[in-house]
């Protein structure tokens, strides 16, 4: 007998031990143990493709029709050893710009209700929420009927102003008064008048009058000079008068709106006007949430607007409200659930709010 013949028997009796071995293994694991599990291996090993049915299965007693089988999962998902949870496709990234970086968010579905909203909901996260009064630091935060504000000192002027304003709100009570004065209720007295005086900038209000006439006392405390930013005449009363008044298009719309608006304040050092040395911002935003949007959902949307007159359209300077809230180191609408936070602020989609 040649070598070659002997060598070719040595390996088909091997080939033949294993063969029984495997063939003994499964036949006490078909017996003893799972036997879906041990066939769903097996052909997952030798990668034979799996028939519609196996002989233990039996028509189902709903459908009348055998449960078919699934081929295989490839070699890199673990074949049943976790528990499937969820058919869904996985959650993208906050990366690829559509949902929350947490990987058990999930996207916001469904207007919300005013009812139903946590309380204090415009109000963004800052310095000065830590301060136990409000009051003696940089940051200090006062609220009014109509609206709150934080007051930057080092700026003299508010770095955010906000409010919710409501279809109802719409109705104006209260005529505009131009009572423009010192605000009483900053510790480290705030603006004034003179600052202003012959500077060639407007005092541009941030909660807006008109905002703010549904009643007296609301009308009056948006004059209050803590409720100012110095602006350029053509700025305030134009791109930004615009901005202001599609806002309460918005509101009619979507019958509520919560607003934070407010100079960009990113830099140490501006230029001022006055004696009080109230700065010049070079920047605005505005930041809105409306609960129930054009399509009954939810939808946010930030603009970024230099402090200069302009004849584009506000829609120009539209912005993701992350955007924002890397100008400005503020949180906004940080007391709704991370997933829902996130999945509204990082697109802007003007289309939205444009219909």
Same mark, same amino acid.
């Given at each position: 007998?040649?070598?070659? %013949?002997?060598?070719?028997?040595?390996? &088909?009796?091997?080939?033949?031990?294993? #063969?029984?071995l495997v063939l003994v293994a499964v036949g006490m694991l078909y017996v003893f143990g799972p036997r879906k599990q041990v066939i769903d291996a097996v052909y997952q090993v030798t990668e034979i493709?799996?028939?519609? %049915?196996?002989?233990?299965?039996?028509? &189902?007693?709903?459908?009348?029709?055998? #449960?078919?089988?699934?081929p295989p999962s490839d070699s890199s998902q673990t074949a049943s050893a976790v528990p499937n949870v969820s058919d869904e496709a996985p959650l993208p990234s906050r990366s690829q710009g559509n949902i929350a970086s947490d990987e058990s968010s999930v996207p916001v579905s469904g207007s919300f209700s005013r009812d139903t909203l946590p309380a204090s909901l415009e109000i963004p996260l800052c310095r000065g929420n830590s301060q136990q009064d409000g009051t003696g630091s940089d940051h200090e935060i006062h609220r009014y009927a109509g609206f709150t504000l934080c007051y930057r000192e080092s700026y003299e002027q508010p770095e955010w102003v906000a409010y919710e304003i409501n279809r109802e709100e719409l109705n104006k009570v209260a005529e505009r008064g131009d009572?423009?004065?010192a605000d009483p209720s900053i510790s480290t007295g705030s603006a004034s008048l003179a600052d202003y005086k012959g500077s060639g900038y407007d005092r541009g209000h941030l909660a807006p009058a008109a905002d703010m006439?549904?009643?007296?006392?609301?009308?009056?405390?948006?004059?209050?000079?803590?409720?100012?930013?110095?602006?350029v005449p053509g700025f305030n009363r134009g791109i930004w008068k615009n901005l202001e008044e599609e806002v309460r298009n918005w509101v009619e719309a979507f019958d509520s709106v919560y607003i934070i608006t407010g100079p960009i304040l990113e830099k140490e050092q501006y230029p001022t006007i006055g004696e009080n040395k109230v700065a010049v911002p070079e920047y605005y935003y505005k930041v809105l949430f409306a609960p129930t949007g054009a399509q009954g959902e939810p939808q946010m949307i930030g603009f970024i607007l230099p402090n200069e007159k302009s004849d584009q359209s506000?829609?120009?300077?539209?912005?993701?409200?992350?955007?924002?809230?890397?100008?400005?180191?503020?949180?906004?609408?940080?007391?709704l659930e991370d997933s829902q936070e996130n999945l509204l602020e990082v697109e802007a989609q003007p289309e939205q709010w444009a219909q």
């Open positions: 007998m040649s070598k070659k %013949t002997k060598k070719s028997r040595k390996i &088909s009796r091997v080939v033949l031990i294993v #063969l029984c493709e799996l028939p519609a %049915t196996l002989p233990w299965e039996t028509p &189902s007693e709903e459908g009348g029709q055998a #449960l078919a089988r699934q009572n423009f004065r006439a549904w009643s007296e006392e609301t009308m009056s405390e948006s004059f209050y000079m803590s409720n100012m930013s110095p602006q506000f829609y120009s300077y539209a912005v993701p409200v992350d955007q924002v809230e890397e100008r400005t180191g503020l949180d906004f609408f940080h007391v």
